[in-house]
């Protein structure tokens, strides 16, 4: 995938299905994260097993974190994204514009190059 690439729907109509696919695959991504919650406190877990539960949540959650259903920044579905490949995460166009005036703003040509170059 290009260092940045930007969804945007141009379809009123193609806006609302994806969105609304947003929104489904955040809401069965998190009633999973939920219920292994619910088995993590159950009694006759051991403490591998709790571990090895709260690692499952973690990648799930960070799955969906990265992934185009959600801003990395903000948690908002329903916004235009723009992928990062640097970070590996999409954010909103709001987020991305954000971080991208902070950076220009607040690093020096010097700092850019040498740690943040392809940051945003
Ligand atoms: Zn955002």
Known sequence: MKDKRTIAYKSERIRRIAYS???LLISATMREWSQLGDLQTRRNKSRMEKISIEDKRNLLYK???DSICMCSGCQQAERDMVYNASLGSWYCTRCSQMYRDFYNK????NEKDLFYE???
Do not use: G, I, M
Not at 106 to 109: H, P
């Open 118 to 120: 392809s940051f945003f």
């Open 21 to 23: 696919l947003r929104e």
């Open 106 to 109: 607040n690093f020096s040509k």
């Open 63 to 65: 799955a969906l974190d």
